[in-house]
């Protein structure tokens, strides 16, 4: 695996992410298609707590303390625990912007890191740390595509347009 191309991508997602979620409307960061989906306020939300409590943290775990079990998280409790929905939008983005520049400054300090250290996961199995690093960019990529599909529900929403000329989704 190249690990420096899976760290580059998650320094351009930083780019990403920010032209995408800054610069947004109250109106569209609350929107929500359906009560029981995310809106971007609890989407970043997520990505910032993930960034710090699981991808940062579990890589580092797996490679310097594997031997040790993981601390438990629970991302899913955390949009009602940690009230999501009453967080100040641009200030949970530039904090999640600023801990992926960490986390992207953490990386690239790592020198000869034992990617193949694994350790046991609850609900995975064992995992090596090069399999949290390449899930940290899946991560990412999931995120763009709910972010995207969205983004693509509010402009229908809020336009009352047929996309079909667009091929739709």
């Known amino acids: 695996m190249n690990h420096q191309l899976i760290i580059k991508e998650l320094e351009r997602n930083l780019g990403i992410f ?9 109106e569209e960061y609350l ?6 989906r995310w809106c971007l306020l609890e989407i970043i939300c997520h990505l910032y707590d993930e960034e710090i409590e699981d991808f940062r943290t579990r ?3 797996v490679l310097f303390t594997p031997d040790k079990p993981f601390t438990p998280i629970d ?4 949009v009602d625990k940690r009230k999501y929905i009453k967080q100040e939008y641009d200030a949970v983005v530039s904090k999640f912007l600023e801990e992926r520049k960490s986390s992207l400054i953490w990386l690239h300090s790592l020198v000869k890191p034992k990617w ?5 996961h609850v609900d995975f199995g064992l995992m090596t740390a090069q399999q949290f690093l390449a899930n940290w960019l899946a991560h990412d990529y999931l995120h763009f595509k709910q972010i995207s599909k ?20």
């Open 75 to 78: 991302p899913v409790s955390w």
């Open 116 to 120: 193949n250290n694994s350790c046991m």
């Open 31 to 36: 929107w929500k298609q359906d009560p029981n």
């Open 59 to 61: 890589t580092s775990h």
């Open 150 to 169: 969205l983004k693509m529900d509010y402009l229908s929403y809020i336009s009352k347009e047929n996309f079909s000329y667009s091929r739709g989704w």
């Open 18 to 26: 920010e032209q995408s979620l800054t610069g947004v409307s109250k």
